[in-house]
């Protein structure tokens, strides 16, 4: 299935970008810690220990904040500069999550913006690279 190269309409984004950001960024931390304890998601969380990310979904006005010790990913309310800063349309990630596009083909079309610190940004990288999403939920999406 391609995932059509669509914004999420105005209306929509207004109101998800007034909404509190914490539940949906406790969602996406309890997905990274399901996923690492299902060996799907095979981080080395001694690299990332310590770092806090911004997920900032454009087309959404929403920004998941993270953060990672040695126990796993925790959502994250503090402000503040992240360490790292991934920017990119809700199209954009599902199509990075589903395969359709590789993050370096999005970054390079200005799709996909990495900011921060920069090996940081390629251990993330590759690490989304290195899922098997065959193994999650998403395979259902990537068969259709």
Known sequence: MRIPDLALPSAAATLLSRLPATPPAWLLAASLNQLARRGVLPAEMELLAGRRFAIRVLDAGLTLRFRADAQ???????????DLRLSATLADFARMMLREEDPDTLFFHRKLQIEGDTELGLIVKNLLDSVDWSATPLARFMAA
């Open 72 to 82: 796993g990913f925790h959502a994250d309310s503090a402000d503040g500069d992240a």
